[in-house]
């Protein structure tokens, strides 16, 4: 059976890399389910979230901010997982990867646009928990949309890396509970991290969901823009670009 070799890779190309992430914004664009979904969902948990606490406001300010990086960053995860698997199933990635383009320049493509999307999701979300709904925050509300913006690409780069290792859909979603809801139970939304049993604090202590809510509790608290934010956003961010990396290195350039 003959196979097909593939270009060489190149190192990470600007052009190659925006041209990536146009093709796909543009069958995005064709997929209004999927752009809705991204978008105005975390816009709908946070106002129903609001008003199932109605008669205490103040759980809303405790809670809310938390959740303003928790939600873009699972419904990210989701999307980006399935949209990339649909294209990798399809023969579509592997038809990219036999032209001249790296997998660098395909991660990053992929990452830029669905990064732009997070841009808008982020700031919608802010938006509405800040303006409408009232969330009562001390300091800036940017710093929020600064750390709902890097929760929302490190969705993005978990659902790029676990794609890498799901056959169809239905498993994509069911990195889901093994990704995700450990992350979630741990990063100290239900209780202070220090309050769960060693082994489990320092668990979460590697798991970057903590560090996404404590950055969001920062802001809640401070006026300022204190040390502890500064460290919390650099731990997101930096494990975003790392998780990219790993996407890349895992790559296919053959589909099974």
């Not at 052009?15 to 543009?26: D, K, N, Q």
């Not at 001249?100 to 732009?116: E, N, Q, R, V």
């Amino acid at each position: 059976m003959s196979t097909t070799t593939p270009a060489p890779a190149r190192a990470l190309n600007a052009s190659r890399t925006t041209a990536t992430a146009a093709r796909v914004l543009r069958q995005l664009r064709h997929d209004p389910r999927t752009i809705a979904l991204m978008v105005l969902i975390p816009c709908v948990m946070l106002f129903l979230l609001r008003y199932v606490f109605d008669g205490s406001a103040r759980t809303f300010d405790n809670i809310g901010a938390s959740l303003l990086g928790i939600f873009p960053l699972i419904t990210m995860f989701l999307v980006t997982s399935i949209a990339t698997l649909r294209e990798r199933t399809s023969g579509t990635l592997e038809r990219l990867l036999a032209m001249p383009l790296g997998k660098g320049d395909l991660i990053a493509g992929y990452a830029l646009a669905f990064g732009a999307l997070a841009i808008v999701q982020s700031a919608l979300a802010t938006g509405l928990a800040v303006w409408f709904l009232g969330l009562d925050v001390t300091g800036s509300p940017w710093l929020l949309l600064l750390v709902a913006l890097l929760d929302a690409l490190l969705g993005t780069a978990l659902g790029l890396f676990v794609s890498a290792f799901a056959a169809s859909e239905f498993q994509a979603v069911q990195f889901m509970p093994a990704v995700i809801f450990p992350q979630l139970l741990l990063c100290g939304l239900f209780t202070p991290r220090e309050n769960m049993h060693p082994a489990l604090e320092a668990l979460s202590d590697v798991l970057p969901m903590s560090y996404a809510v404590d950055g969001m509790n920062e802001v809640l608290k401070h006026t300022d823009m204190t040390a502890a934010f500064i460290r919390d956003t650099a731990i997101v961010a930096g494990c975003a670009l790392l998780v990219l990396t790993l996407g890349a290195a895992t790559l296919k350039r053959r589909t099974q």
